[in-house]
């Protein structure tokens, strides 16, 4: 009878180690489902001159509408390279295999851009303030540290109505960059 009795103890003492530990894995899962919020900070510094700094940042809020989906405003701003930009819009992004610690990322968005070019800034083109639409591509990845924080790596391509970029010796209308961020999810 005592034999018998180890038997259930046993195979008790074993699933309650699988549940725990499935939970625990399931725990660690990145939060990237339904009714999660992202806030995200992102972009690039530069200091040319000591009394210079240069800066194109952006944030984001979002919101997870479905499992991996999210959509939200974001807002920039830069002062780089004698011109200053404010961009406001809306955007939404797709996660992919969100098991994992590594996930991959496709977004889109739309907004409007507003660009002040300093007068004194040398370019091969006409300068002229302008204001526009500004569609934006990007993908990227997000890496986990913990289910609640992310860093993450992304080519972004923004197209606008109107030349608004100081790309080199030029203002375009275009402008391809890597972007470097940390994201938080609660």
Excluded: C, H
């Amino acid at each position: 009878m005592k034999n018998l009795a180890i038997v259930p103890i046993s195979l008790g003492t074993l699933a309650f180690g699988v549940a725990t530990a499935q939970e625990q894995q399931d725990s660690d899962l990145p939060m990237l489902d339904r009714g999660t919020q992202e806030f995200s900070v992102s972009g690039r510094i530069d200091v040319p001159e000591l009394d210079e700094l240069d800066y194109d940042l952006d944030g984001s809020y979002g919101y997870f509408f479905r499992d991996g989906w999210e959509a939200g405003i974001r807002v920039a701003a830069a002062d780089f390279g004698g011109q200053d930009r404010i961009e406001i819009g809306g955007f939404t992004e797709y996660n992919f295999l969100r098991t994992q610690r590594w996930v991959p990322y496709v977004g889109g968005g739309i907004g409007l851009i507003s660009a002040d070019f300093d007068d004194d800034i040398s370019l091969g083109t006409p300068i002229d303030d302008e204001d526009g639409l500004i569609f934006d591509v990007e993908g990227g990845a997000k890496y986990f540290l913990r289910p609640y924080m992310a860093l993450s790596i992304g080519i972004d391509f923004k197209f606008a109505t109107e030349d608004v970029f100081a790309t080199g010796e030029e203002i375009e209308d275009n402008l391809s960059s890597i972007k470097i961020g940390m994201r938080y999810y609660f």
